[in-house]
């Protein structure tokens, strides 16, 4: 089952705000234009995944992630991209026994 988004007018407001200056980085943008299409408060529209990922050209998949990361972890963790569960070494190759050494 799908979180369920409901904003507050505050909220809302400060998505509304993002959206509409267009100062923000895209994904952020897109990110606050995906909750205000899923808030089913009082002021929201309560499209469901598979609209609001036709409307804004994206994954149903993302629109899920999004709503996720709202309900589990906050307003700021949804308008941010996701941190990575696992990091990566940045020197793979530098790390690794040479087979000639073996």
Known sequence: MLPIVELTAEEHSHLDTRV??????????????????????????????????????ITTHTVERVRQRLVEQGLDAALNRATPSRTRSRNTMANRTPIGWL
């Open 20 to 57: 509409k200056t267009g100062k923000a980085a895209a994904y952020k943008r897109l990110h606050a234009q995906m909750l205000l299409k899923a808030d089913a408060g009082e002021k929201g529209e309560d499209w469901t995944d598979a609209k609001i990922s036709e409307a804004l050209d």
